[in-house]
């Protein structure tokens, strides 16, 4: 398998619910004018707290800085496996079990802090730029690595970042969140790019308009019969959307492209209090138990919290092998 090292560089932030006002007339464009801004990697998540946004330098230059919105002082490289030289655009991932052993464990292992980004089409991990040549060090082995230039990939090796490279930190055992799963099921989609238009009244509805009371960060502990979440990504030309079943009911159903059966998902929720970007093997704990089950999963991190989406079929099983995890390591 080769890896991938994207051409993008991505800020991550956080905008208040009580801001969205601010920012609604640049999210549009960027929601349905990317080539307005010329943002190639954009994505919107609504969770009970806040809404989170990744997204590239061209796309950071249009949301003006405000007390609304709170900035992940990192710069984010982007990272995609890709199977057999290329990725098949019109391919399902699997998730992010596919990967847990060969990229998500050895990072945690050395002390690199990851966030991901699992969409209809693959998953993307995001780094810390700075951390890239202790990730390229640490994976060099496994995979044949390459990074984005100016829409070529150019061949990377150990090498090439020998003098930026530090030894890792010694991982020290790493903290065993708490979990959630509330009871809303979910559904993975994608859109055409040529019909968005035909569902964009009914995206900003969902998005702007159909709030949830606001929740504070650190209300994560709560236990969660239903929760409010909604995805939205567009990166370098692909649509992909997350929302709860009962939204997709108030969407064209000839217009939401999702697998051919029709799969249905039950949430993960990670973490009591905001989770920080500094901490190492989140990710991993969720994602390693999950790969030795052979279990899918879709895994979208956000500006507080985590987020893992498994079949709906596998969720007894899932907290139950979690519990197991959680259990061993008290």
């Known amino acids: 398998m080769d890896l991938h090292i994207l051409e993008h560089r991505v800020r991550v932030l956080s905008l208040a619910r009580r801001g969205l006002w601010l920012y609604t007339h640049?999210?549009?464009?960027?929601?349905?004018?990317?080539?307005?801004?010329?943002?190639?990697f954009f994505s919107l998540t609504e969770t009970p707290e806040d809404y989170t946004v990744m997204l590239d330098e061209e796309g950071f230059k249009e949301l003006p800085p405000s007390e609304f919105m709170?900035?992940?002082?990192?710069?984010?490289?982007?990272?995609?496996?890709?199977?057999?030289?290329?990725e098949p655009p019109g391919c399902q991932a699997t998730g992010v079990t596919k990967i847990a052993r060969s990229v998500i464990a050895p990072l945690a292992e050395h002390h690199?802090?990851?966030?991901?980004?699992?969409?209809?089409?693959?998953?993307?991990?995001?780094?810390?730029?700075?951390?890239?040549?202790?990730?390229?060090?640490?994976?060099?082995?496994?995979?044949d690595i390459y990074r984005e230039e100016s829409g070529e990939c150019v061949p990377?090796?150990?090498?090439?970042?020998?003098?930026?490279?530090?030894?890792?930190?010694?991982?020290?055992?790493?903290?065993?969140?708490?979990?959630?799963s509330p009871q809303t099921r979910f559904c993975v989609l994608t859109v055409a790019p040529d019909t968005l238009p035909a569902i964009a009244t009914?995206?900003?509805?969902?998005?702007?308009?159909?709030?949830?009371?606001?929740?504070?960060?650190?209300?994560?502990?709560q236990d969660l019969d239903s929760?409010?979440?909604?995805?939205?990504?567009?990166?370098?030309?692909?649509?992909?959307?997350?929302?709860?079943?009962?939204?997709?009911?108030?969407f064209p159903s000839d217009l939401l492209l999702t697998s051919s059966t029709g799969e249905l998902w039950r949430m993960v929720r990670i973490g009591?209090?905001?989770?920080?970007?500094?901490?190492?093997?989140?990710?991993?704990?969720?994602?390693?138990?999950?790969?030795?089950?052979?279990?899918?999963?879709?895994?979208?991190?956000?500006?507080?919290?985590?987020?893992?989406?498994?079949?709906?079929?596998?969720?007894?099983?899932?907290?139950?092998?979690l519990q197991q995890r959680q259990d061993s390591g008290r």
Request: negative net charge; aromatic residues 10%; glycine residues 6%.
């Open 272 to 321: 009591g209090q905001p989770l920080g970007f500094d901490e190492c093997g989140i990710v991993a704990q969720i994602a390693e138990p999950l790969a030795a089950a052979d279990i899918s999963a879709y895994y979208i991190s956000t500006f507080n919290f985590d987020h893992a989406l498994v079949p709906e079929e596998g969720i007894a099983e899932v907290i139950q092998l």
């Open 26 to 40: 640049p999210l549009l464009k960027l929601l349905f004018l990317p080539q307005r801004c010329r943002c190639k």
């Open 70 to 86: 709170q900035v992940a002082d990192s710069t984010w490289l982007v990272l995609s496996v890709v199977s057999n030289g290329r």
């Open 112 to 143: 690199v802090s990851v966030l991901m980004l699992s969409t209809y089409q693959t998953d993307f991990i995001l780094v810390r730029e700075r951390d890239l040549p202790v990730v390229i060090h640490t994976l060099a082995g496994e995979f």
């Open 227 to 250: 929760i409010t979440f909604f995805s939205f990504s567009l990166i370098e030309g692909y649509i992909s959307i997350v929302m709860d079943a009962e939204t997709q009911k108030r």
């Open 202 to 221: 009914m995206l900003i509805d969902v998005l702007f308009y159909s709030h949830s009371p606001p929740r504070e960060a650190g209300a994560g502990s």
């Open 156 to 180: 990377v090796t150990c090498d090439d970042v020998s003098n930026g490279f530090l030894k890792p930190k010694p991982a020290t055992s790493p903290t065993l969140h708490p979990v959630q």
